[in-house]
């Protein structure tokens, strides 16, 4: 399994970014999917997840309202769109395939990342 983000740029404060992530498998449907998000000197942070059909979707409390989390299951893919973005949002935005629920999934494969750099 394979997993590679796009999308990531510098952009102002305020903008919006939209980030694909396409999985490479022939079983992504079962699969829960979740953004990540390390920033420089700093551990990873949980920023959204997304359960195998759409249906449920959690986010952390720092992207709640300005980020959406939503896959396309023919496409293999996972979109994270990313609103009002803030200075604080600069990281490398990573996307995890898993397993068990969207709350604490089991994550089982990882993508390289893409940055994000948000401007003040």
């Known amino acids: 399994v394979q997993l590679v983000e796009s999308g990531g740029r510098l952009v102002q404060a305020g903008g919006s970014l939209r980030l694909p992530c396409i999985v490479s498998t022939r079983t992504f449907s079962p699969f829960v999917m979740a953004w990540v998000r390390q920033a420089p000197g700093k551990e990873h942070e949980f920023v959204a997840a997304i359960s195998w059909n759409g249906d449920s979707t959690y986010y952390a409390d720092s992207v709640k309202g300005r980020f959406n989390i939503s896959r396309d299951n023919a496409k293999n893919t996972v979109y994270l769109l990313m609103n009002s973005l803030k200075p604080e949002d600069t990281a490398v935005y990573l996307c995890?395939?898993?397993?068990?629920?969207?709350?604490?999934?089991?994550?089982?494969?990882w993508g390289q990342g893409t940055q994000v750099t948000v401007s003040s």
């Open positions: 995890a395939a898993g397993v068990g629920s969207i709350t604490s999934p089991v994550y089982n494969h």
